[in-house]
């Protein structure tokens, strides 16, 4: 049971709240039944964010939490009350907020606040992800983009456009219940909400301002001016800020993403790929499947398929899901595709149809031309006005085509990443090919969490390695190797070990 006046935490034979005092005795007064918290927090937030946290089965209670704080300070409404009756501002701040909220939960941001034109919103807490400042940084340029979109449907003529200047720190916080038991809110105290405020106020219009801490966490992903050095109220020392502009999007593998200097406790692992990756080119299309839990090594053992590959002059080619694309169609064949095309994800339309004209050509699949454009989400001239079965079967037939035709002229493996995220039609298509024994002829190797809904009938067209947590001996062998010393004080080894449980990024 909760507490309906603090959201707390009831013990079964409580008469009073522990948190705030509200009495629980009697039927049912001042607490919620555990089957009804998903319906109250529905009206606050998604259901699907809701059901998260809900199964997530964290109580609401103080503790310290590492998140991102974004501020966005909406600009341009005060000088229009001036001229405008309150309720039309009103209206025309909700509908502007409406559209930044729902990006925010997009990227399964939580509201904390809105206090007047802003909104404060935090990445990290009551629901933590492995990427919470990218989905951060992500949010806030589509938030950008979504200041645009306002102004140009905006019911009235805005001579001065409406702007958002906002700012970003990642940091500590301390997480929980705010308030007395007269008022109570689920929120985030400490410097970090104060910086991250002060950035924001530091912003000018349009800009978005990230803190060093931030920007080292997407360092790999970001686009941004500086650092620069500003002074900051509160702050001794002047901060350094840099300004966003951008997010570059990588195509499958990363080159100049660093592998981690450390392995330890996968060489069975390692020692099956090793041995798949010899015999790859006889395969008549054989699967691996990778299950592990977020943080448990996937993503390490990758690299170490892409170090094998390479040095057995294999090229690896690499399709990959993602959280943010979960409704974009054939989203894991478009990036496959362009891997194996050697496109950019930002190339332009008409270099993109120039590419695949000379690719085609060289693999002899020229008709199906129009449904791999329509794959890569442009509009071919020569596309068929077939029925959506019809279009949806010639496409699959159209990557099959260029999988296994590419596979026959070029020594190289497929991977397959994130398929927890897989978006329906990319689904349907692995599948079709798994299930239909149409598999092009080389090892294809997919890594996903285990909450992927299509693990057990996808597995049974392959082998399956299970990421197990690492053994003590191999986890206090990592701690040496990352503290890059032979001998770790007992306490602070038993308090990584508790903390980690085996979870090497952890």
């Given amino acids: 049971m909760i507490c309906r006046a603090c959201t707390a935490e009831i013990p079964p034979s409580a008469r009073f709240c522990p948190q705030c005092g509200t009495p629980v005795a009697g039927a049912g007064i001042g607490v919620i039944p555990a089957t009804d918290r998903l319906e109250l927090l529905k009206d606050y937030i998604p259901p699907e964010l809701a059901s998260k946290i809900i199964n997530a089965g964290k109580k609401i209670e103080s503790e310290r939490r590492h998140v991102t704080v974004m501020f966005a300070d909406v600009t341009g409404f005060t000088a229009l009350s001036e001229h405008y009756d309150p309720e039309v501002i009103s209206d025309l701040l909700n509908e502007c907020f409406k559209g930044l909220v729902s990006i925010v939960h997009k990227y399964e941001g939580t509201i904390d606040k809105f206090i007047g034109d802003a909104v404060m919103v935090i990445f990290g807490a ?38 958002l200047h906002i700012g970003l720190h990642s940091g500590i916080v301390i997480a ?4 007395s038991n007269l008022r109570m809110n689920y929120s985030v105290v400490g410097d970090t909400v104060n910086l991250s405020s002060r950035l924001a106020h530091l ?26 050095r500003v002074s900051i109220r509160g702050k001794a020392e002047p901060v350094v800020v840099y300004k966003l502009r951008a997010i570059k999007e990588i195509l499958g593998y990363d080159s100049h993403r660093p592998a981690g200097k ?18 790859s080119k006889k395969f008549n299309g054989f699967h691996l499947f990778v299950k592990g839990e977020a943080g448990i090594g996937k993503s390490r053992l990758k690299d170490e398929v892409y170090r094998l590959a390479i040095a057995k002059a294999i090229a690896p080619r690499e399709g990959f899901c993602s959280g943010f694309e ?28 120039t590419i695949l004209q000379e690719r085609a050509a060289v693999l002899k699949i020229q008709k199906v031309i129009p449904y791999i454009a329509a794959i890569l989400g442009i509009r071919h001239d020569d596309l068929g006005d077939e029925e959506g079965t019809v279009r949806k079967q010639k496409i699959f037939d159209a990557v099959i085509g260029l999988l296994d035709n590419y596979v026959r002229k070029h020594r190289t493996i497929f991977i397959l990443e994130d398929l927890h995220w ?29 909450e992927y809904a299509h693990a057990r009938s996808m597995e049974s067209f392959g082998d399956v390695i299970n990421l197990s947590r ?35 990024f952890y």
Avoid at 326 to 344: E, K
Wanted: hydrophobic share 40%.
């Fill in 262 to 279: 450390h392995f330890v406790g996968r060489e069975r692992e390692i020692e099956k790929i090793d041995k798949l990756l010899e015999f």
């Fill in 126 to 163: 009551p629901l933590a992800h492995e990427n919470d400042p990218e989905r951060a940084v992500r949010c806030t340029l589509e938030m950008m983009d979504d200041i645009k979109r306002f102004n140009l449907v905006s019911q009235l003529n805005l001579s001065n456009p409406v702007t």
């Fill in 422 to 450: 897989i978006d329906k039609f990319s689904q349907e298509l692995l599948y079709y090919m798994f299930s239909g024994h149409k598999s092009p002829p080389t090892l294809i190797v997919g890594f996903y969490r285990p």
């Fill in 326 to 353: 979960i409704n974009t169609p054939y989203f894991l064949w478009n990036t496959l595709i362009r891997s194996i095309l050697q496109i950019d994800l930002d190339t332009p339309e008409r270099e993109i149809l």
């Fill in 470 to 504: 690492l053994t003590k001996e191999d986890s206090k062998a990592l701690i040496r190797m990352q503290l890059e010393a032979d001998i770790i004080p007992p306490s602070i080894e038993e308090v990584v070990l508790t903390r980690s449980e085996g979870n090497p």
């Fill in 203 to 228: 912003a000018p219009p349009g800009e978005i301002f990230l803190s060093e801490a931030t920007f080292k966490s997407v360092s790999n992903l970001a686009i941004a001016d500086g650092p620069f």
């Fill in 176 to 179: 929980g219940n705010v308030g």
